[in-house]
């Protein structure tokens, strides 16, 4: 019967390996082309990969929380279950070789040479030359190369994986530890050596129905580079007051055969990134990046649309050459991102190339959101919650009090790429556009 190996998918030009953080078959199960059959976990996205073959999961050979290379075997699928564990035949026995002769007389011992220096700490031994080969753990490929990249023994290093298999993160944390244990080589003008930073803050007490919850892949990224930004950028915040009359009332017209039409509700989100497509084209040092001493302004606007994924994490989804795109176009497309990201159906291609983001935490009603830039883009807009509220309305008769449906739009921006009067103006020609614009001819 055949048996098909399962590998590592390529999920992305520059994705080179990735982890399996669960598998949603068990072996003994029957699995059809394109049921999902595990989950993956990229520094790009986290995916749920479907099965190329049909048949019987029979044997699954990387654990959950294994990081392995692209093409990497992961499992086998066979026509029938029967095929679980099978081994191949064993060679034929060679046949008895005859009786090795006698050694020759050893020669008189050589004089012994001076005892060498220790090896350093975390250093192979010199008798063994590959410490990985000769561990009766199982290594991963990745893992057994680390290892053998670093020296390392690989009894040394305490496993966090499954039935205690050493990770990659387990042989990358060992590293960092023996270089930090290990002291530099002191010159004989060495500066004296610097004040011991101070430690950290002891960790609070765990309590009666307190939870350790472990960070998952996308809360660790995450983290990564929202610290990373915050160090790199120098973050300014404005605010603009935007009166959206004018889009409830094309909202209203058109709430039920647009939902006819097109399947899903017409939310606030797509007017304000057309308009923000229109207003990029007056202000394009908005739709930048920061490279080096240079501002790199680009030429299409890669729109980024922040997608919660049920409060386990955020990606952002790009839709591509936005400014070419009308109303209708841009909510389909927002739409069809952000099923596919809580599905676990993006790809990493769809998450890279943005050059301008939209992050809308306006259903629940948020009053202010100072978001943080996605680098290397030089600006975020937080699309903010829409409320009724009383405002002055200028008419023929003079200034009058009315009921409209207001918001404020918060841009977040790098005050490297520019200043607060240009962002000033990008503001203002936004909320013209969005309080003036004839939005039914967008609708139709």
């Not at 020296?151 to 990358?172: C, K, M, N, Q, Y």
């Amino acid at each position: 019967m055949a048996r098909h190996e399962i590998t590592m998918p390529q999920l992305g030009e520059s994705v080179t390996e990735g982890t399996v953080t669960r598998w949603l078959k068990q072996p003994g199960d029957r699995v059809e082309v394109d049921e999902l059959l595990f989950e993956v976990s990229t520094d790009k996205v986290d995916s749920e990969v479907p099965s190329p073959n049909a048949g019987y999961l029979v044997e699954i050979l990387v654990p959950e929380g294994e990081t392995v290379d692209v093409g990497r075997p992961l499992c086998v699928v066979a026509d029938t279950a029967g095929e679980a564990g099978k081994a191949p035949a064993p060679a034929a026995a060679e046949p008895a070789s005859a009786p090795a002769p006698p050694p020759a007389e050893a020669p008189p011992p050589a004089e012994a040479p001076p005892p060498s220096a220790p090896p350093p700490p975390g250093a192979a031994s010199p008798a063994a030359a590959s410490p990985a080969a000769a561990s009766s753990k199982v290594l991963s490929p990745v893992v057994r190369r680390l290892i053998s990249e670093h020296g390392l023994d690989p009894e040394a290093i305490p496993g966090t994986g499954t039935g205690g298999r050493i990770t990659r993160s387990d042989v990358l944390a060992f590293v960092e530890g023996v270089e930090s244990s290990t002291p530099p080589p002191m010159s004989e003008a060495a500066p004296p050596p610097k004040p011991a930073p101070a430690p950290p803050p002891a960790a609070a007490p765990i309590g009666a129905g307190d939870q350790i919850i472990p960070f998952s892949n996308i809360r660790k990224r995450t983290a990564e580079h929202m610290v990373r930004s915050k160090a790199t950028s120098p973050h300014a915040l404005m605010v603009f007051e935007v009166d959206f009359e004018n889009v409830e009332t094309v909202r209203t017209a058109v709430r039920e055969d647009w939902r006819a039409t097109e399947g899903f509700g017409l939310t606030y989100l797509p007017f304000i990134a057309r308009a923000v497509c229109d207003t990029i084209r007056e202000f394009p040092m908005v739709n930048a990046s920061v490279e080096g001493e240079n501002l790199h302004v680009h030429g299409a606007c890669n729109l980024g649309v922040a997608v919660d994924l049920d409060f386990q994490g955020l990606v952002v989804p790009v839709v591509r050459d936005a400014e070419t795109k009308r109303l209708r176009q841009i909510a389909r497309e927002i739409r069809d991102l952000a099923e596919r990201a809580r599905s676990k159906r993006l790809s990493p291609d769809d998450l890279m190339g943005g050059t301008f983001t939209l992050t809308n935490a306006g259903p629940y009603g948020t009053l202010i959101t100072g978001p943080i830039i996605s680098q290397p883009q030089v600006a975020i807009l937080s699309t903010d919650g829409v409320a009724k509220r009383p405002v002055v309305v200028e008419g023929p008769q003079g200034d009058a009090i009315a009921i409209h449906h207001v918001a404020n739009l918060c841009l977040t921006w790098d005050h490297r790429a520019f200043d607060g009067a240009y962002s000033g103006a990008f503001l203002r020609r936004l909320k013209e556009i969005i309080e003036t614009r004839d939005w039914s001819a967008e609708v139709i």
